[in-house]
Structures are given as C-alpha cells and as structure tokens.
C-alpha cells in the first residue's frame, strides 16, 4: 500500500515537488517508487511521465521517497499519484491536483525588525531593543506589532518610534489591573478582536488574559489552574448554582473571529478550544488523547497543537506540533490534514505558529528554523530559513537563518513578522514577486 504524500511543494512555472509513503509492500519487495503525473490523465498511471525514486527509513515501519518533477508546462493543471510496484504488480496512491505558475517568482527578503540578538529587557529604539524569549506576535488595525516577551512576562507595543511595555512588569504572576501593574507568566500567543481588545494566551497561568484599548487586564477564561474543564468563561456568565468555570492547561495559541470568538489552542489537553460571545467554553475537536486521527469533534486526536488562525468562513487552521501537520477544522467540527503528518516530520517540522492573511493564504514558522506559506491553491513554499541549520543570518530567505522561532503575524501590506525566540529578536519578511523565465524555489527532501 502507497500514499501519495498530501501537498504539492514549491510549484514553480517548470517544477514541483511531491513525494510517497509506503505503508506496506503486500509480502513483497518494492523495486520501484515514484509518482506519475499527466496534464490530460486525470487519474495517471506509469504509463504517463513519472519519476523513479529512492525509498528512504523514517525511523519507523514505514518508507518514504521524495519526486522532484522538471521540464513542466506554465500555467497547466497537473494529477499526480504516488506508486510502487512490486512483483504483484503496480500500487497507486490517492490523486492530487495542482497548477503551475506563471514565470513569475516569489523572493523572500529577511531583517530585523526589532531587538539586538542580546537576552535583556530594554524598551526604546528598534535597533536596540532587547528582548528575552519572545514567543507571541500580532499586529492590529493600524500596523503596529505586539509580542508576548514571554521570559520578561510582558507585553510589548513595536512603532516606528520604538519599543514600548504595554503591560507586565518583568514579576512572575496573575495579577489583574491597571496594564502595568499587571503579571504574567511566560505570555504566549496573541490575537485582536474588531473593538481593539487584545487576547493573550498566558501560558503559565493556564488562562486566557484581556488588555483593553485603555489598558486594563483582566482574566477572560481560566481558573489560573492547569486542568479540563468547560462551562462559565468567568463568574458572570455562571448558567445556576453547581455551575463551573472553564479551565486549561497551558494553552499557547489564539485567534479570534469577526463575531468576537475567540479559539484556543490547549496545548497541554491536545484540543482546540472556543470561548464563545454568550461567555460559555466548548471545546470544538479533540479529546485530550494525544494521537493523529481526522474525524469530526471529539473524535479527532491532536498531539500538543500550539497556534490556531481562523478565515472569513469559520475554518479553523492548526499547527499540530507534535504531529508535524497542519490541520484544518470546519465550521462543522470536520478535521483534515492539510499538510504533513508524524512520519514525513520535514515537511512541517514541528510547526510553532501560523497565521493567516486577507486572502487566505497562511503563514507557519517550524521549530526546524523555517517560514513557510500554504497558499489558497493548497501549495507549500517555503519562503525562508533551513530545515535544523539554526543561526541569526540576516538576507535571501534562502540564506537567513532563525533560531526557534515561535510567533508569526502579517500585516496588511503582506509583511512577515516572526518572533525568533533564541536570537531574542523579531524578523521581518519582505515578498516580491518579480517575472522571470524559470522560477525555481527552495525545496526540502521528504523524510
């Protein structure tokens, strides 16, 4: 049995990547693997074009192989599929679909927005401001960032004035109040709802905290102790006497969606969370088991998944970190993976972080020391750093190196922002797309 892998890589004008596992050889020896593709086939054979391709261990039962397609048509529809053949014979994997490009090319600049590469706490100047373990990172409405300097335990405002402290006070604690009075403990991610409120994932207190536009902090959901638990998100919404509050347990990403929802990603409970606008917690998929199952609700498993996007329609996006997967969720509670899985852990390796962008495209940083883009075609780019090759090189997205990075955000003007935690800065990506007469990508090898 063969699985074509579930995402087209780097689709160029000319190339394209894709790839296969496979489960089991049916009691026989696999002689060659690869995938076949066909402009006009829809359901393709080895009889179309196809690669041949080295099968490699994962570390498990499994093999795997990657295909790199050359010499393809601009602007044409491919279906592609995975296969293996053996002495029984010939074995195919599911069919994808994919288009290429125009020739055009998409180049990835890298800078530092923010911050010295040095662990400190110093407001001011971009350029010399020092942060410590930042892990959180969103922009609101007027293009100013914000990050969760998690280790300093404060929330920090970026302008092109400067750095300031918006709320914390560098103390380890859960304390409600006027911003700078306020504590944290390790602030994790962050979103903004359509009045301006700011939403924070305090990681360490196991709740979900609020900063108003006029800098009060309070407590939206969460007992501040680590548990499982829907119902009331606080006292005020308590639905009769033997009524309880929601508790979580080290929840690391959110979003928000234009009602006013706002979506957890519990890591410790490995569920996607919802905090709805009538003040009551649900919990929308997941069962705190930790495995790799697309289902519906509860019946999904996750495995510590730490960001969470949502887009115009309800769908929920997820960064699955223990599975190395992006996972989708309707608004009907249906979960797919989109990309990646725990055996082919290249392709998203560890994925921290995403975020999403006005056209649905999405954005993830990996713990493997990579951003990357699924565009709204259902394509994987690889847009800057390199699979475990960490550094804090500045330049081509091909060349710049990261150093755990954590949070991502996007601005309206299509600008990548990145919480790089162990250089203790924030990155900037730039895109332009320039048109040229081959484009060629940054590619990585399936594993």
Known sequence: MVTTTG??????ATTAQSGGILVNA???????????????????????????????????SLKSFTSNLTGLTANTTYYLRAYCTNEAGVGYGGVLTFKTTGNTMVTATVSTFAGTGTQGYLD????????????????????NLYVSDSFNDVI????????????????IGFVNGSALNAEFYAPNGQAFDAQGNLYVADFGNNVIRKITPAGVVSTYAGTGVAGYRNGA?????????????????????????????????DRGNNVIREILTTGRTKTVAGNRVKGFIDATDAAAFFDNPTGVAVDSKGNLYVTDQGNSALRKITSAGVVTTLAGNPVQTALLNFPSAITIDANGNLFMADEGGRIMEYNS??????LAGALNSSGFVNGDGSTARFNYPQGIAVDASGNIYVADQYNNCIRQITLTTSNVAAVRKNKVTIR
Do not use: W
């Not at 995402?7 to 160029?12: A, K, M, N, S």
């Not at 998100?233 to 234009?258: I, Q, R, W």
């Open 233 to 265: 998100k606080d006292s005020a919404n308590y639905h009769g006497s033997t009524d309880s509050l929601a508790v979580f347990n080290n929840p690391e990403g959110v979003a928000v969606d234009a009602a006013g929802n706002v979506y957890v990603a």
């Open 377 to 382: 075609a259902g394509v994987l780019y690889y």
């Open 7 to 12: 995402v087209i890589i780097g689709v160029t």
């Open 156 to 171: 920090r405002k970026l302008t092109s004035a400067g750095t300031s402290t918006i709320a914390g006070n560098q103390i």
């Open 124 to 143: 001011g100047p971009l350029t010399s401001a020092m942060f410590n373990n930042p892990q959180g990172v969103t922009v609101d409405a007027s293009g």
């Open 26 to 60: 049916e009691n026989g020896t696999v002689t060659v693997s690869g995938v076949c593709y066909s402009s006009t086939n829809t359901v393709p054979t080895t009889a179309d074009s196809k690669t041949t391709d080295s099968l490699k261990d994962t570390g498990s």
